[in-house]
């Protein structure tokens, strides 16, 4: 945990017992916050607890119905968003208001464009620039792009983007990195605490709580409408107790599931075969195979290619090369309907723009896909009946929400009526494209349960996740994609976070270390490998020097330590020992970190026994110049924990 904020710092937004009815429904009943410049705080809950909603009260998005609302110890009563932003309030919303047919630059710069006077395009660009730099997203997001063209992670970045532009006092972000990997959060969390040392207000809304443990100094939780604990110091709570703050029970083992092996997959039957898939410009080169009865998983990084890959498979882009077997026989999606009546389903990652017709009812909304693969002019909803009714008590939803529209549901509850939609058409594959994006972690308890249920009937389901943690304890395997092509396949129980945030690093992202590994493996006269070690496996991220060098690690490979040829070098990682000889190979390997101080890895040079060109302190001054010059300051030599004691 880092900052903490005094008892003498003045609130400056403080809500207190607001309420705010929507007709008879009451989404607001005892709404209190207190929020502090200098600090970063929680409001937690699960789906429908009120926590948007005062959000968006605090925001001027809606009027409350009761209530008192202060800022900086002055009543005030916001009519509109433009007049919370005039008092210095923004709100980045969990679902993006970005315009599609406008640029980045416009979007991030929106605000400004009903105010009076002149639009100073060349500040705003240039400030514009700043903040996309600051977001970490310079490489992929140019501010001439069109809005609508970017991915669901990308608009969100938009949208944080926007509120930075504004400069606001107070900020209140509400599920901003729901669609954004662990390498992305850490960027918006940097960010963020920028922001917090220099005075800014931050309003937090999450369903991860390792963030919230991570960024937050106080959390407020909310349920069923009502404030229930206020401003409690983050530092004071555990993830169990946070849980129960929320749902009222301890959740023992969210991911608990039955995990199939590859070794044991492969008996099964393949029932979608994809290879050499390409629908450009996002997906490159993309080859699986999905078993039944798999969770197969996708990992990467925002513009890998993930969700354009499902979205092809689905027939939503038109593929461009490649094979696609379904259960052996050769399959190209012409549209989704065409996917669907051969028995693929997907839910995509937006709700909104994909997922809902938001006027339509629940029942409605639910047979939606029955409308295509039903025959005749007719809908037939009633021979769903039974099926519907079944569904709904599996998903622990009450029976009269049939009837309500669909925008008068918690995002939770929109996402199980979508996950009620296809299993009411009993699939053979199943594309999940981020499918708890937004919901608590009571929902996601339950969905997590529908998805294993799904796969034990013989369901072959893909899952896209920028929750590296949720992809890791869902799935059986990871594909891992980089820059629209698979680099590979790995046995879900083999990796952590960490190595998979390596493994999914962007091979455009990663030439500056590329260079470096060159550089060290000529000093060195051998080979340089960065690489990471973990239950007993080697993960090789890249190598480049001397390719007659046979010491058993190769990006993509993953054997067991004792089957390479330096396999005293690799279990003693970390030793004080700088040069480790094994029976053919001298190595000397080095730990390195990212710029918030995280493991990233080692970086490690091998050459014939006893011929290294340079002393182990020669090479690493080699190192950490060659890192300065071609990283900057994203990576960097980290001490030993030898070293780092003396």
């Not at 919370?84 to 991030?108: K, R």
């Not at 729901?178 to 969390?189: G, H, I, K, M, Q």
């Not at 939803?397 to 199980?416: D, E, F, I, R, W």
Request: aromatic content about 4%; glycine content about 10%.
């Amino acid at each position: 945990m880092g900052h903490i904020t005094q008892d003498t710092v003045p609130d400056l937004v403080v809500a207190r017992n607001v309420t705010k009815n929507f007709g008879a429904v009451a989404a607001l009943k005892d709404g209190t916050l207190s929020l502090r410049a200098g600090e970063v705080h929680a409001l937690i809950g699960v789906n429908g607890a009120g926590k948007s909603t005062l959000s968006r009260v605090l925001s001027g998005h809606v009027r409350r119905s009761g209530g008192t609302l202060q800022m900086r110890g002055v009543d005030v009563d916001f009519s509109s968003p433009r007049d919370a932003m005039q008092h210095g309030v923004s709100l980045v919303m969990q679902e993006t208001s970005i315009a599609p047919d406008m640029s980045v630059l416009e979007n991030i710069c929106l605000p400004r464009f009903g105010t009076r006077g002149s639009i100073q395009w060349r500040q705003m660009r240039a400030r514009a620039t700043e903040i996309i730099d600051e977001l970490g997203q310079a490489a992929q997001i140019s501010l001439t792009m069109r809005a609508g063209d970017l991915s669901m992670a990308q608009r969100q970045i938009i949208e944080i983007g926007r509120a930075l532009q504004q400069d606001s006092d107070l900020i209140i972000f509400d599920e901003p990195t729901a669609s954004l990997s662990p390498t992305e959060v850490s960027s918006l969390f940097a960010v963020m605490r920028l922001l917090r040392e220099r005075g800014k207000a931050l309003g937090f809304v999450s369903h991860r709580l390792e963030e919230i443990f991570e960024i937050t100094d106080a959390v407020t939780v909310m349920r069923d409408g009502r404030t229930v604990e206020a401003s409690v110091l983050t530092a004071n709570l555990t993830p169990n107790s946070l849980v129960r703050m929320m749902v009222g029970r301890d959740i023992e083992n969210l991911y608990e599931r039955k995990h199939v092996a590859q070794k044991d997959l492969i008996s099964r039957e393949s029932v979608l075969t994809v290879r050499n898939l390409s629908a450009p410009p996002l997906v490159k080169d993309v080859s699986f195979t999905l078993y039944a009865g798999e969770i197969l998983g996708l990992a990467g990084l925002v513009g890998a290619g993930r969700s354009e890959t499902l979205e092809t498979l689905f027939g939503l882009r038109k593929r461009d090369d490649g094979e696609v077997l379904l259960r052996g026989k050769r399959f190209a999606a012409l549209s989704p309907e065409n996917a669907i009546s051969h028995g693929i389903g997907m839910i995509g990652e937006d709700r909104r723009r994909q997922g809902i017709i938001p006027d339509f009812s629940v029942t409605e909304n639910l047979l939606l896909a029955h409308l295509g693969s039903d025959p005749g002019m007719r809908r037939n909803y009633k021979k769903h009946a039974e099926a519907i009714q079944n569904l709904l008590l599996e998903l622990d939803m009450p029976g009269h929400v049939l009837g309500a529209p669909m925008l008068g549901l918690s995002g939770g509850q929109q996402q199980k009526v979508i996950f009620a939609r296809w299993l009411l058409l009993n699939p053979s594959v199943l594309l999940l494209d981020e499918p708890t994006r937004g919901v608590d972690i009571g929902t996601r308890n339950v969905i997590y349960q529908i998805i294993r249920e799904i796969a034990e009937k013989g369901v072959g389901v893909i899952c896209v996740s920028s929750d590296f943690e949720e992809i890791l304890g869902l799935a059986d395997r990871i594909v891992v994609m980089s820059d629209g092509s698979s680099i590979a396949e790995v046995d879900s129980d083999l990796l952590d976070p960490e190595v998979l945030t390596m493994l999914s690093t962007p091979r455009s992202s990663a030439r500056g270390l590329r260079k470096v590994l060159a550089d060290v493996a000529q000093g060195a006269g051998g080979c340089a490998y960065w690489f990471q070690v973990e239950h007993d496996t080697v993960f090789c991220f890249d190598k480049t020097g001397d390719d007659k060098l046979m010491i058993g690690v190769q990006p993509n490979q993953f054997p067991l330590v004792e089957n390479t040829c330096i396999p005293k070098a690799l279990r003693e990682l970390g030793r004080s020992e700088l040069q480790i000889d094994d029976e053919m190979f001298s190595t000397i390997s080095f730990p390195i970190c990212n710029q918030n101080g995280h493991g990233f890895g080692y970086i490690g040079c091998s050459v014939a026994r006893g011929s290294f060109n340079q002393s182990p302190s020669a090479l690493r001054a080699r190192l950490e110049a060659s890192m300065r010059e071609f990283c900057g300051e994203q990576l960097q030599v980290r001490q030993r924990e030898e070293e780092s004691l003396v």
